[in-house]
């Protein structure tokens, strides 16, 4: 029987990181939300509201927190609170704190 050449490949969402801007897969990128002016970490993705997608990398955290895409992405006036967010990034990563945030 005659193969049609296609190949069934599932197609698997992607969102794209408002850090860095790179298209990823959504299971590679944490979804972020808005939650009275603080941006919280979802891992689940169960969270209410608009979303953001961000790589797990501080490095993609200061692109998006420099390049003001939080509030563009939840579409919000004024600046939003990272600290908890980052915390959520170091910890996952493992990264070492910041020399400006050492005591």
Not at 3 to 32: D, I, M, N, W
Not at 48 to 66: Q, S
């Amino acid at each position: 029987m005659p193969s049609s050449g296609r190949t069934h490949v599932r197609a698997r969402p992607e969102r794209t990181c408002v850090g860095c801007r790179k298209r990823a897969a959504k299971h590679q990128l944490l979804r972020v939300t808005a939650v009275e002016g603080v941006c919280v970490p979802d891992p689940r993705g169960a969270l209410p509201g608009r979303g953001a997608h961000l790589h797990l990398d501080l490095a993609c955290l200061d692109l998006a927190v420099r390049r003001r895409a939080f509030p563009r992405a939840f579409r919000l006036q004024g600046t939003l609170d990272t600290e908890r967010l980052r915390g959520f990034i170091e910890e996952r990563v493992g990264g070492a704190p910041r020399a400006d945030r050492l005591p």
